[in-house]
């Protein structure tokens, strides 16, 4: 990797103020991803993936930090330019049902990204780069004059990846992209954006809950837990060798379909012991750490490791809890 | 024990067929999954066995379910209620909105208490269960409303609720679907310890193939309305027979470091 990142977040954090406190939704968060590559974020609801997804695209404030997107600070921009730059990423949501409008045909949709961003293209280009781009996405032509709910759950997701693909975009920003979908159709979508990001070199920022389907499509996995990156890793090193006690114990309780393989895992529970730490003033894990003293109330722990980083006090100790063995105690 | 008997069962609407006969059964002491994608008809046969159909939309055309050699269908409402939350409970799949919003959980808890099964009082009850779910404090939790609890927790309070009454038979709607994976582990390690303790049939409903490997001893593969598919686990997981069966094994999707393979 060393080509220059194709987008970069640098120390980010997105604070919300309410009437009393103020709610840090991300925290002091540094990522990279790259071309053709992509990055997967993965974490509980309300550890703030998509808050983070959405100061990447510039749809929420950042309060401090810097954002660079192919090496220019967007943090800054004005709202022209972050038009313009809009055009590059594109974001697909959890629920196509709400992405779509219910009284119109699938074919508008398309035709509206037309409208907007390339308005002088005539009715034949039009209609042959729709042609293309629902071959990629492996859509029947014919579908285009059927409304949402005539569509099935994967049509819906394929109609939106090909909305989002019109533009040619170098980043797409997928939140939850397979949630909605059933069991049998997931592998279809996964399969699918696999092979259009070896056809165009999109990177991926994939934000998800579940880690089995980060295992299959990210390069790297970043875990967060209440606003912050607490383990960073690429992906293999993350599920043979997870260090921080946290991605232990999400691996660890991620069931697998293999009733021999399940007799012996244990999952690795950490409940919480104590109230928890407010931001800033110590590890945001402590209070569910088995191994937290001293340091870990007082001090926020920095980030160590070059490829594989770790944001604990005492990582080594850590990545003993369960021998690395993602929980299996045999 | 056979606990529970569901025996060719059909449901229909007007015009068409939503539950085409389905046979299963629920013994004491045992985790039973009932599989199958969304729209496969699997919360119908949870809420026929409770009874719970709209009957304007929905009739029972055919077949039998029996709970302890009692016949449910044939039962007048009077007698089913007594049934009801009793010997069969009900854990339902999202805990966001089971729970009244404007009840405390102390009233919630202690509303579907029945006296005449119990010597203690329906408030020892309710603090003895809270305790038994996981709960450190539950004198504070039996004052919250639901709106001050996570959703981890309220799923918690309505395992509590289900168990007020010792119930025979738990089916269990997709109980962890709202929740993250280290919540889900622990409310399912949770059920799978109860179940060893009272000798509860549980009949859990899930399209997550993962948790029935985990915790099921039993599954029924359910394909729009039909059961494709049954035995123990590893005969479904190791030795598919249908078709539908080996599709939704071949769609899970894995890191390779998390399979067998590398173990």
Redesign the interface.
């Known amino acids: 990797m060393t080509d220059s990142p194709l987008f970069e977040l640098d120390r980010v954090s997105v604070d919300f103020k309410t009437s009393k406190t103020t709610v840090h939704a991300v925290h002091q968060v540094c990522l990279k991803g790259y071309k053709g590559k992509t990055l997967g974020v993965v974490g509980e609801s309300g550890s703030g993936k998509s808050t983070l997804a959405k100061a990447l695209l510039q749809l929420e404030r950042i309060s401090s930090g810097e954002i660079f997107f192919q090496n220019s600070s967007i943090s800054s921009a004005n709202k022209q330019s972050i038009r313009k730059l809009r055009r590059h990423m594109q974001l697909i949501f959890q629920d196509p049902d709400s992405t779509l409008n219910p009284r119109q045909t699938a074919g508008w949709h398309l035709n509206e990204v037309f409208s907007v961003h390339f308005p002088k293209l005539s009715k034949k280009e039009r209609q042959e780069t729709t042609e293309s781009i629902l071959e990629t996405v492996h859509l029947d032509p014919t579908l285009l004059n059927r409304y949402h709910f005539e569509l099935s759950g994967g049509q819906k997701q394929r109609l939106i990846i090909a909305r989002a693909l019109i533009l040619s975009p170098s980043l797409m920003v997928l939140d939850e992209p397979l949630s909605s979908l059933d069991a049998t159709l997931r592998k279809s979508i996964l399969l699918l954006l696999k092979e259009l990001q070896i056809k165009t070199q999109m990177g991926y920022l994939f934000i998800t809950h579940d880690l089995s389907t980060l295992g299959a499509i990210a390069d790297t996995v970043a875990v967060m837990y209440r606003g912050s990156v607490l383990e960073c890793a690429p992906t293999n090193e993350l599920y043979s060798s997870p260090t921080h006690p946290y991605t232990q114990s999400l691996l660890s309780c991620i069931p697998v379909a293999d009733p021999h393989l399940e007799k012996k895992r244990k999952p690795l529970f950490l409940p919480a012991t104590r109230p928890p730490l407010p931001t800033g003033t110590g590890c945001l894990f402590a209070h569910r750490c088995p191994l937290a003293k001293g340091l870990c109330y007082t001090q926020e722990p920095t980030f160590s490791g070059t490829t594989h980083t770790v944001a604990c006090h005492y990582a080594q100790e850590a990545a003993a809890l369960t021998g690395g063995c993602r929980g299996c105690n045999t | 024990m056979n606990l529970l008997e569901v025996d060719n069962l059909v449901v229909e609407t007007k015009t068409t067929t939503i539950i085409n006969n389905v046979c299963l059964e629920v013994f004491e002491n045992e985790i039973v999954a009932l599989v199958g ?2 729209g496969s008809g699997k919360s119908m046969i949870a809420r026929s066995i409770m009874g719970l159909l709209p009957s304007e939309q929905l009739c029972i055309s055919s077949g039998s379910i029996e709970f302890q050699e009692n016949e449910l269908l044939t039962l007048p409402e009077q007698s089913m209620r007594k049934i009801r939350g009793r010997s069969i409970a009900y854990i339902p799949q999202s805990p966001l909105n089971a729970l009244n919003p404007m009840m405390s959980i102390e009233r919630q808890l202690i509303e579907s208490f029945d006296p005449q099964f119990h010597e203690i009082s329906p408030k020892e009850r309710a603090l003895f269960l809270l305790k038994r779910v ?1 709960f450190l404090d539950p004198e504070r939790i039996m004052k919250s409303m639901p709106y001050q609890l996570s ?1 981890g927790m309220r799923q918690r309070v309505l395992i509590a609720i289900s168990l007020m009454n010792a119930p025979k038979l738990l089916i269990a709607d997709e109980p962890t679907t709202a929740l ?3 919540l ?3 409310i399912l ?1 949770l059920l799978q310890d109860l179940k060893q303790e009272y000798g509860l049939g549980i009949l859990f409903i899930t ?8 915790y099921a001893e039993r599954g029924y593969i359910l394909f729009s309305g039909k059961i494709v598919e049954e035995g123990p ?2 005969d479904l ?2 030795d598919p027979k249908e078709t539908y069966t080996k ?14 393979s ?2």
């Open positions: 994608e969304s996981g959703g993250d994976v280290t889900q582990a622990e390690d399209h997550d193939l993962g948790l029935v490997a985990r686990i590893n997981f190791y599709l939704l094994l071949s769609s899970l999707i894995h890191h390779p470091t998390m399979t067998g590398i173990l």
